[in-house]
Nanobody
Framework: QVQLVESGGGLVQPGDSLRLSCAAS????????MAWFRQAPGKEREFVAA??????YYADSVKGRFTISRDYAKNTVYLQMTSLKPEDTAVYYC?????????????????WGQGTQVTVSS
């Protein structure tokens, strides 16, 4: 059974940092693009970051603040978030898929985690 399990969410203050983890099990995802999406209340799910091989991609809203990384040995992907803002508040989802072309479309990803809540508030 393929599973993606996110962890590391929580309540933080503006300007704080947080690291999310996504542990994959059931298969290896070495050849997959791994990505993070998020969904804020009342909004559509949006692309945050992706890593495909050595290439990384970021939404403009998080560029320079967030970093996506992978540990192939642990079959885990991370999202290091710094300088967090209230507008970063959302449920963050990990996703995996064999992606061709643009990596920011959620429909292209076959596997999804259950999400982890990140709340940025003073």
């Amino acid at each position: 059974q393929v599973q993606l399990v996110e962890s590391g969410g929580g309540l933080v203050q503006p300007g704080d940092s947080l690291r999310l983890s996504c542990a994959a099990s059931g298969r290896t995802f070495d050849s997959h693009t791994m990505a993070w999406f998020r969904q804020a209340p009342g909004k559509e799910r949006e692309f945050v970051a992706a890593r495909s091989g050595r290439n990384t991609y970021y939404a403009d809203s998080v560029k320079g603040r967030f970093t996506i990384s992978r540990d192939y040995a642990k079959n885990t992907v991370y999202l290091q978030m710094t300088s967090l803002k209230p507008e970063d508040t959302a449920v963050y989802y990990c996703a995996a898929g064999i992606i061709t072309g643009c990596v920011s479309y959620d429909y292209k990803y076959a596997y999804w985690g259950q999400g982890t809540q990140v709340t940025v508030s003073s």
